[in-house]
């Protein structure tokens, strides 16, 4: 039997999985001090982040299941088969570069400090391309081009650092490639799909000797958790982008990663 107290820690978790992944603050940084305030760390709990993933990808495939319905039945057409090419484009560099870095990536880059530092400078980073004037080329993520793609793509590997933050790196690429704030956020959340699913399953696939049939209700509930939570922030979030840039989100990011370091070192 689960005890009470573990099963709260898995909701803490999915909901701070499921409220960071797609917002440009990095899950990975939060995850990692969270863990470390609940002394929720280990295997076990590496593993479960892992799991939680998969939540809050079903969050966003959740919110866009209209569209990806319409666009999986219309690859007939020029226009569709393009965006299906493009998110292909944008995944591709990421995917390519990460399996071959992923066991680096895993044995020194993932360290509350480096992540610390890696939030401090993607907040400046923000706040320096929110201060510049980018002209907009993409008003819908079906005008997207081939070139902005890969630019998107290119951004995207700067997340496999630690702390970047797969959401920030990809808006913040795509509004220095020409697209708009919605059109940004949008591609975002459609590359997060095959972006973070493949990384996932390969996690899980890795670490598949940790998986424990006792484990089941722990996992569950975190995953359930961390669905429900992306659900929510991909709606707000949509709706926030549309009114507002992004400089909120360089100060936190500045704050938090400086805590964090104060907190770590």
Request: with cysteine.
């Amino acid at each position: 039997m689960i005890e009470w107290w573990l099963l709260l820690k898995a909701v803490i978790m999915g909901i701070v999985e499921g409220l960071t992944e797609f917002l440009p603050i990095s899950s990975t940084g939060h995850l990692i001090v969270i863990g470390e305030l609940l002394n929720f760390t280990g295997e076990r709990a590496k593993t479960f982040e892992i799991f939680i993933q998969l939540g809050a990808i079903l969050g966003v495939m959740w919110h866009y299941r209209a569209k990806i319905a319409h666009l999986t039945t219309r690859l007939h057409t020029p226009k569709t088969r393009r965006f299906a090419l493009n998110v292909l484009i944008a995944f591709l560099p990421a995917a390519v570069v990460g399996l071959a870095a992923h066991r680096y990536i895993k044995d020194y880059l993932f360290d509350p400090r480096t992540v610390a530092v890696a939030l401090i400078v993607g907040g400046f980073v923000i706040l320096w391309i929110e201060r510049m004037s980018f002209k907009v080329r993409a008003q819908a993520v079906e005008d997207i081009s081939t070139a902005q793609a890969f630019k998107v793509g290119i951004a995207q590997m700067c997340a496999l650092f630690p702390g970047v933050s797969r959401a920030g790196a990809t808006i913040m690429g795509g509004l220095v490639a020409g697209l708009s704030r919605t059109t940004a956020t949008e591609f975002s959340f459609f590359l997060a799909m095959p972006t973070m699913l493949a990384a996932t399953l390969y996690d899980l696939y890795a670490n598949r000797n940790a998986l424990m049939p006792g484990d089941a209700m722990l996992f569950g509930v975190g995953f359930l958790t961390a669905f429900v939570a992306a659900v929510v922030v991909v709606r707000l979030f949509l709706q926030y982008v549309a009114r507002h840039n992004f400089t909120f989100f360089a100060y936190y990011r500045i704050v938090f990663g400086t805590l964090v370091l104060l907190y770590f070192l």
